[in-house]
């Protein structure tokens, strides 16, 4: 089963962009994924190809249509999820990417301007979804991110298949800190027991080094670590 991904979007030549080089862009070559992107404009019904209007109640900027974007996603309709970037979503997270990246695909609908109509999630069950606490453009970038996750997930993308195992979040915690040659540079030598040999030690060092970490740069996730580890139920949101 190839993985194919839809993006509906005013920017279609925006894509693949960065996923066409590096390991995404070698995957889509070898066919272990698939990339179309729609543009969201031909699905507009009046002669100005209008995807937009102002906001009911007031307010600047402009708003995307319900209609307009509903056609659009049901033209691509099938039995993958549908997720739209919008900063009002539910922030991404790597266990969320594992289960698109295991599916059939996914077709995702970039945002612009103020947003969507609210009508469009109510009427087609789509996942909002969100990559940070910030604003960009538009949902294009979001949309890179989100693909270049899942793709790099895809059996034969990467190379070893423990590289997407011992990674940052897969556990719960950030990854442990990486040396690599030379063994000494600018007076700052790599850590002794990784020159060892003592896998255990080793292990254990790592894990010690990703729970430190974890827990001074990003005290949001060791909470969740913590409360997974002794059972303790997560607050809403964070399963």
Known sequence: ?????TILTLYPEMFPGPLGHSLAGRALREDRWALDAVQIRDFATDRHRSVDDTPAGGGAGMVLRADVLAAAVDSVADDRPVLAMTPRG???TQPRVRELAAGPGVTVLCGRFEGFDERLFEARGIEQVSIGDYILSGGEMGALVLLDACVRLLPGVMGAASSGVEESFES??????QYTRPAEWEGRTIPEVLRSGDHAKIAKWRHAMACEDTRSRRPDLWER???????????RGDD
């Open 172 to 177: 719960g915690l950030l990854e442990y800190p």
């Open 225 to 235: 670590h913590e409360g997974v580890r002794v059972g303790r139920p997560l607050a």
């Open 1 to 5: 089963m190839t993985f194919r991904a």
């Open 90 to 92: 539910r922030p991404l």
